[in-house]
């Protein structure tokens, strides 16, 4: 049984920055396609940031140059970091993991629980 535990948000002022963490349990996370996703009150859940089996990374064009994604296949965890955070980065992100490139939240199997993040 899958599982992915998501940690480390919280609230900064705008231009701070905040680390999160993605734990995976019950599988080995190298065999997966990650993404990073969040979801705006009133706003359809989007992709922030992917990183492939091999470490390959894409980042939506809102986020690229400020967050970035990583991964320890070691420890089964992924390593959201967000730089430069802005006030529409407000929102509760998320982790999903799956056995296939996938771009659409609708295609994960595989869910964090979410953390809130508030930028103000």
């Known amino acids: 049984h899958v599982q992915l535990v998501e940690s480390g948000g919280g609230s900064v002022q705008a231009g701070g920055s905040l680390t999160l963490s993605c734990a995976v349990s019950?599988?080995?996370?190298?065999?997966?396609?990650m993404g990073w996703f969040r979801q705006a009150p009133g706003e359809e859940r989007e992709g922030v940031a992917y990183?492939?089996?091999?470490?390959?990374?894409d980042y939506t064009y809102s986020v690229a140059g400020r967050f970035t994604i990583s991964r320890d296949n070691a420890k089964n965890t992924l390593y959201p970091q967000m730089n430069s955070l802005k006030f529409e980065d407000t929102a509760v992100y998320y982790c999903?993991?799956?056995?296939?490139?996938?771009?659409?939240?609708?295609?994960?199997?595989?869910w964090s629980q979410g953390t809130q993040v508030t930028v103000s």
């Open positions: 999903a993991a799956d056995v296939f490139r996938l771009y659409l939240a609708s295609g994960y199997q595989h």
């Open positions: 990183i492939d089996q091999d470490g390959g990374t």
């Open positions: 019950g599988a080995t996370s190298k065999s997966y396609f």
